[in-house]
């Protein structure tokens, strides 16, 4: 029924296109015949498709009707695969990267008002992000759930335990925001895990879309960090200054991984100096990581080589970004040393494997989009 329900919306979204998804299991095509009629044909394989495959078709074509040709690039092989939106079109990374351009100078413009917005919408994402990542730790170590019926609706204590847990954090840490000695700890483990939860749903289908995301974010960064103090009227960067916030003891966004300098603060028992880390400097680059964790599992490589060596270029990044900003005495973008460094080292080890083709093409999913 929900498959269904599912190809009975999309044919009333897919005007004059043709979906195909190709898989090596199954084709399945959805293709306007006629002004009046959708046809929708599926291709079996010889031999029995899963019930799980089926399910993961379902899920993919629900996020397909909810983003818009997003599409998920999993293969149903577990739950936390089931939710996976997989970015492939370069043209969707160029909108993007345009919307974060525009986001980060109404922030800039319009701080007083959109922090309060961003404190809510983080608040909510965290401990949804926080309660993804606990529940998968529990299912993890084997902790079964113990299911309770009221009014012929099953409740898991497990969850509901869980949630209680999640929201209760991010409560406390939205109460408590400004106190700078100890919220930070809650902070960062809410940071966390919205990074981790980001990572696992939003996946790269290809190298190409990685150099294009990651090259794009580069210039982004640079230009924010460096160029914009040349327009401002105080010459202090756009990004520094939606960062660290107009006033120094004001709302401050929850967007940075927040480490004290414990030095500092042993010198002035008066309060609390930290150094920051964007929650973009993590994601972004990890984004890469997952794809090439994903591409060992393609190719089977049981040492992990393209995800040890990726995670090794990432470390080295942030040694160097952390060496400039102490040598220099000013804040760093941090992708302009981590982009180089991860897509390089992945190019340099899938050209020595003489895997470059296949890195490039990435996923053995394909979409296409075509008109009629």
């Not at 269904?4 to 084709?27: K, Y």
């Not at 800039?108 to 998968?136: Q, R």
């Not at 794809?291 to 490589?301: A, E, K, L, Q």
């Given at each position: 029924?929900?498959?269904?329900a ?11 296109r043709q ?28 031999h029995?498709i ?14 397909l009707?909810?983003y818009?040709?997003y599409?998920?690039g ?9 939710g ?16 974060m ?6 922030m800039?413009?319009?701080y007083?008002?959109?922090?309060y917005?961003?404190i ?12 993804s ?16 019926s009221?009014?012929?609706?099953s409740?898991?204590?497990?969850s ?10 991010a ?11 100890w919220?930070?700890?809650?902070q ?12 696992k ?5 290809n ?7 990651l ?7 640079v230009?924010f960090?460096?160029i ?10 756009i ?11 004001g ?6 991984m927040r480490?004290?300098?414990?030095s ?19 994601i ?16 089977n ?18 040694i160097l ?18 982009v180089?460094?991860?897509l390089?080292t992945?190019?340099v ?10 890195f490039w093409?990435?996923?053995?999913y394909?979409?296409?989009a075509?008109?009629?």
């Amino acid at each position: 029924i929900a498959f269904d329900a599912v190809l009975l919306i999309i044919n009333s979204l897919v005007n004059s296109r043709q979906l195909i998804l190709l898989h090596p299991d199954f084709t399945i095509s959805f293709r306007r015949k006629d002004s009046d009629k959708h046809l929708a044909y599926i291709t079996p394989p010889t031999h029995h498709i899963p019930s799980l495959h089926i399910h993961s078709i379902t899920s993919h074509y629900s996020y397909l009707v909810m983003y818009n040709h997003y599409l998920s690039g999993g293969g149903g092989e577990s739950k936390a695969n089931g939710g996976e939106l997989s970015l492939y079109s370069p043209l969707k990374v160029i909108v993007f990267v345009a919307l974060m351009c525009g986001m980060l100078v109404l922030m800039y413009f319009f701080y007083n008002i959109l922090v309060y917005v961003i404190i809510a919408i983080f608040c909510f994402a965290s401990a949804s992000a926080l309660f993804s990542c606990l529940d998968a730790v529990m299912d993890l170590i084997g902790c079964n759930s113990l299911s309770v019926s009221v009014r012929n609706r099953s409740f898991s204590v497990r969850s509901v335990l869980l949630a209680a847990v999640c929201i209760t954090i991010a409560v406390i840490w939205g109460v408590y925001r400004n106190e700078d000695r100890w919220i930070w700890i809650l902070q960062d483990l809410l940071g966390i895990a919205f990074c981790l939860n980001f990572m696992k749903t939003i996946s790269l289908s290809n190298f190409k879309i990685c150099v294009i995301l990651l090259s794009l974010l580069l210039v982004y960064d640079v230009f924010f960090v460096f160029i914009t103090p040349f327009f401002t009227k105080n010459g202090v960067s756009i990004m520094v200054q939606v960062a660290l916030g107009p006033d120094a003891s004001g709302e401050k966004l929850p967007v940075v991984m927040r480490i004290p300098r414990f030095s500092a603060w042993a010198q002035n028992l008066c309060g609390m100096q930290f150094s920051i880390l964007g929650y973009g400097d993590i994601i972004i680059p990890g984004l890469l990581v997952a794809y090439c964790s994903r591409f060992d599992v393609w190719i089977n490589s049981r040492k992990k080589i393209y995800f040890i060596s990726c995670c090794i270029a990432y470390l080295l990044g942030m040694i160097l970004t952390f060496a400039v900003m102490l040598l220099s005495g000013m804040g760093q973008p941090a992708l302009l040393y981590l982009v180089p460094f991860t897509l390089i080292t992945s190019v340099v080890l899938a050209g020595c494997r003489g895997e470059m083709k296949q890195f490039w093409a990435g996923t053995p999913y394909e979409v296409r989009a075509e008109k009629k």
